[in-house]
């Protein structure tokens, strides 16, 4: 599969040339099977930008859009996404189950006056709406794995393997809540049966550590905090994710660099996740 | 990957409350298994000795919980059982003779755990102590 991202700024955009380098859209990161399935996860504002990349190649029938939670940096760009307009196109929306409110429900409070000018059941396209099951499912060869993780509100993590090559993706995730990493057995960890092994994880690490606590609860990891996490679910390559609107592309290299200290060894894990960026994981 | 053993988020959350709090609380999983027991419950319970086997702790019918009139609860009618099996919530008043042989007054508040989703994940139920050693 081939992965590149659209976005990867956490809570609010945050354009301007203090993040020009690593980029300013928030959450939508493209995900290419092998058989030519397109994946994309979360529509954030980088959607927007990847609906036109989309339209302006090969013609796509199909595109299967996964939502790891329905926070504003997360759906905001769905109403800018080409495919939304686009009536050629199956696009099926996935994400995390309410027993209150459907999805197409919930999406349709954003889509909808006076939030967004035209109203979801009025767009060309007819999106197909499912729950994210508990169970592993299929797309195209891929094998999906969801589950639920710890963030405020409904917030799933995802893991995709194709070919025994696996990525998982938890944008937003606060897995050290309450909970010392170092000593819980696997189990009791948020997160850890969508990463663990994976040979990509892209994970949340909004603060640095003098930060979080002035931040805990609010559903995001310290750069520690990520590092541990990775560490502890044995992925082969971090990426640090969902950057805060805050933090400049300067402070951002210093996160890195303090990531890497934690993580030791050579392999030059863990990464910043910039816009543009792509991984092929080959089987 | 289906091998790997997940926790669902909100049990995991139920479990870390009893951890961080100083109320006696303990957390039942979605198949009815005790799965954490916090200090507080141990002490109502009469465990001193830090290192007691969870399988072993099992149920409060080993602790004879009886009314305050001194009649057996059978076991399907604790409140555990009914979070657990019935999925419903439960309270109720009850003695139990601890295993330092101390018989403590209890009311028992238990709640069944539903995720996100709507499945159901496990139970947690909350101690409060009465009194500290009737006999
Ligand atoms: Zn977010
Ligand atoms: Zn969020």
């Known amino acids: ?283 | 990957m289906s091998a790997i053993r997940q926790r669902n988020v909100a049990l995991i959350l139920a479990r870390e409350l009893a951890v961080n709090v100083a109320t006696p609380m303990w957390v039942w999983d979605e198949s009815g298994s005790l799965v954490y027991y916090n200090d507080h419950v141990a002490a109502m319970l009469g465990i001193t000795n830090g290192g007691f086997d969870i399988s072993e702790l099992g149920e409060l019918s080993q602790f004879s919980p009886s009314d305050l009139d001194g009649t057996p609860i059978p076991t399907p009618e604790l409140p555990s059982a009914i979070a657990t099996g019935r999925r419903e919530p439960a309270h109720r008043e009850m003695t139990i003779l601890g295993r330092d042989g101390v018989r403590r007054t209890l009311t028992v508040t238990a709640f069944p755990l539903f995720g996100r989703g709507g499945a159901f994940v496990g139970a947690m139920s909350v101690f409060w102590q009465r009194d500290g050693d009737s006999s």
């Open chain 1, 1 to 283: 599969m081939k992965i590149r991202i659209w976005g990867c700024r956490g809570s609010l955009a945050a354009p301007g040339p203090s993040t020009v380098k690593y980029g300013g859209n928030t959450s939508s990161v493209e995900v290419r099977l092998e058989d030519g399935s397109l994946i994309v996860l979360d529509a954030g504002t980088g959607i927007r930008d990847l609906g036109r990349h989309i339209a302006a190649g090969e013609p796509v029938k199909k595109i299967n859009l996964f939502l790891s939670h329905l926070h504003l940096d997360h759906v905001e760009g769905i109403g800018f996404f080409s495919a939304l307009w686009n009536p050629d196109i199956e696009l099926h929306v996935w994400g995390p189950p309410s027993p209150l409110r459907s999805l197409q429900d919930r999406i349709a409070t954003l889509m909808s006056p006076p939030l967004f000018p035209v109203h979801l059941a009025d767009v060309p396209c007819r999106p197909i709406y499912h729950d994210v099951p508990e169970e592993e499912f299929m797309i195209g060869d891929a094998r999906i794995h969801v589950a639920p993780v710890a963030h405020r509100n409904a917030t799933v993590g995802f893991r995709i393997e194709e070919n025994g090559r696996s990525f998982a993706y938890i944008p937003d995730h606060e897995p050290a809540l309450g909970i010392d990493l170092e000593r819980v057995e696997p189990e009791w960890v948020s997160g850890f049966s969508v990463a663990h092994g994976a040979d990509v994880l892209f994970h949340d690490s909004q603060y640095t550590e003098d930060e979080y606590p002035d931040h805990r609860a609010w559903g995001h990891s310290s750069v520690a905090h990520t590092v541990l996490f990775g560490q502890m679910t044995k992925v082969k390559d971090l990426v640090l994710f969902h950057h805060d609107p805050a933090h400049s592309d300067e402070q951002l290299e210093l996160h890195r660099k303090r990531a890497k200290e934690l993580w030791g060894g050579n392999n030059g894990a863990p990464e910043l996740a910039y816009e543009g960026m792509e991984i092929e994981l080959k089987g």
